[in-house]
């Protein structure tokens, strides 16, 4: 469809539109009748303009960019986007809040979404993370609940801190999430001044079909900033789109803001050896034993044209993935792989991977086996065969990009995390030692503020979280929220 700056209205299907004001009536004063076909056509559309909002991280910022290698990495990955340095590869990046509708303000204390998506020679790569290296819980069953409570109550239809503090609480393992959102880094000062981490373990293999565990780590150039809950409550109170407009403005006025890739790296033999489940989500691997390794970096210098067909229609997938990268046993990252598609099948449509901006537009000859369904809308392969196997040699496998095998062993069972692993606090711990004496004064107010409306019981299973993973964190918190740390029952 060409762009209209032609100046004269047409309907949708092209026929020109007689009258723009005056909808056609029986006489001056009689009713409306339904040859006027394009009021009809434009109230049909009208009703229909409002998609679903994504489920989680329904608010946000997108805009395009260019990825840059400036380290030579391929003696972990064959992945064509890292083959050589200088090599540039152009990509889409979306930031987001979680909790909030997609009418939410910006200035939330919440995580952020970092999502990246890679249109790489080879099929996009979508690495779909947040600003926080870790996440509240370990196993997927959980996912549904976790957006029970952050979203609104069935009954009331307000957030309730209540459920919200009783679920979290209730998984020791969230603690170390739960201390990152209440710090400063809770609320970033927009999405220019935060880290992105793809969080999970991912893997990546070389030529030679060599594996390692690999975590994904995004620093941004611009330098970290935070806002206080005070100075957050005055920004939303004039400005609810205070991230999307620092963003936008940002690249209008040619501030491309930047961040550098780095990744850090777990052979098979050092995961067999780890002191953690290294798929665990709920922990980091420590910078000391796993160094970042610098990769390259990117920038976001363009703004998208129209925001409901680039950014609302975006639809990232941990699915996209490349060769020479791949999954980990990580539970969470399973689960994960199943959830989007469905979502945007849902949301969009089977054929979003049509929508521009989801388009591999890098690979040179698409040829996917999938046809028909709702809103095809290029020419679905014409003739082209549309069965397997044929005389043709179309839809030939690519046995080159088989991965690795992956030996694995073990029974199919509802295996318990907490039989494996109960080493909740030590991680969360250490963050607390990492910050000033100001910032744990903040994490103590900064918590007892978001657990406003919380019952005593809730709140002394806090403490007693806090507790373990230091007592001055507990003490501190306690103080915070009014309860004589002497009377919690510390043990259970
Ligand atoms: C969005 C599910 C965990 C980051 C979404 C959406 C769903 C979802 C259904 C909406 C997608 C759409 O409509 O396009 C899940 C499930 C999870 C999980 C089932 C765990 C079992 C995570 C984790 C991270 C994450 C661990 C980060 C490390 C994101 C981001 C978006 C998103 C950044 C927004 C993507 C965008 O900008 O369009 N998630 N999620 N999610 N999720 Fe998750």
């Not at 459920?163 to 927009?190: C, K, Y």
């Not at 099948?345 to 999938?370: D, E, M, T």
């Not at 607390?432 to 107010?445: A, G, P, S, V, Y």
């Amino acid at each position: 469809m060409t762009e209209n700056n032609n100046q004269h209205l047409t309907g949708l299907f092209g026929a020109p539109v007689s009258d723009r004001e005056n909808t056609m009536t029986a006489g001056p004063r009689g009713p409306v009748v339904m040859q006027d076909i394009f009021f009809i056509e434009q109230m049909a559309h009208f009703d229909r303009e409002v998609i679903p909002e994504r489920r989680m991280h329904a608010k946000g910022s997108g805009a395009f960019g260019t990825f840059t290698v400036t380290h030579d990495i391929t003696r972990y990955t064959s992945a064509k986007i890292f083959s050589e340095i200088g090599k540039q590869t152009e990509m889409f990046a979306r930031f987001s809040t979680v909790a909030g509708e997609r009418g939410a303000a910006d200035a939330e204390r919440d995580i952020r979404g970092f999502a990246l998506k890679f249109y790489t020679e080879e099929g996009n790569w979508d690495l779909v993370g947040n600003n926080t290296p870790v996440f509240f819980f370990r196993d997927p069953k959980l996912f549904a609940s976790l957006n029970h409570v952050v979203k609104r109550d069935p009954k009331t239809n307000m957030h309730n801190p209540q459920s919200n503090w009783d679920f979290w609480t209730s998984l020791p393992e969230a603690l170390h999430q739960v201390t990152i959102l209440m710090s400063d880094r809770g609320i970033p000062n927009g999405f220019r001044h935060m880290h992105g981490f793809g969080s999970h373990t991912y893997s990546m293999y070389n030529a030679q079909g060599q594996r390692v565990w690999v975590k994904f780590h995004f620093r941004t150039q611009q330098g970290i900033e935070n806002l206080t809950d005070e100075e957050a409550n005055r920004i939303i109170s004039t400005d609810r789109e205070s991230s999307q407009r620092d963003l936008f403005n940002a690249i209008e006025q040619g501030q491309f803001p930047k961040w550098k890739m780095f990744i850090q790296v777990m052979t098979e033999e050092q995961a067999k050896n780890h002191k953690d489940n290294p798929f665990d989500l709920t922990k980091v691997w420590f910078k000391d034993e796993y160094p970042l390794i610098p990769v390259g970096e990117f920038e976001l210098n363009r703004n998208p044209e129209n925001y409901f067909a680039e950014v609302e229609q975006a639809a990232f997938a941990p699915t996209n993935i490349i060769p020479g990268l791949d999954f980990s046993p990580d539970k969470m990252l399973q689960g994960r792989l199943f959830s989007y598609g469905d979502t945007q099948r849902y949301r969009l449509g089977v054929n979003h991977w049509q929508i521009p901006v989801n388009y591999p537009k890098a690979v040179a000859n698409l040829c996917p086996f999938s046809r028909d369904g709702q809103m095809r809308v290029d020419g679905n392969l014409g003739a082209h065969t549309n069965y397997y196997p044929n005389s043709y040699g179309h839809h030939q496998s690519q046995p080159q990009f088989k991965k690795p095998a992956l030996p694995l062993n073990g029974s199919v069972y509802e295996h318990d995390f907490r039989e494996d692993d109960t080493n909740y606090y030590e991680q969360p711990g250490k963050l607390f030692n990492l910050l000033t004496t100001e910032e744990q004064h903040r994490l103590f107010i900064n918590t007892a503020n978001a657990m406003h409306g919380v019952n005593d019981e809730v709140k002394r299973r806090h403490i007693r979280n806090c507790y373990k993973a230091d007592p001055a964190y507990g003490q501190g918190i306690a103080t915070a929220l009014n309860i004589d740390i002497a009377t919690v029952d510390l043990e259970n």
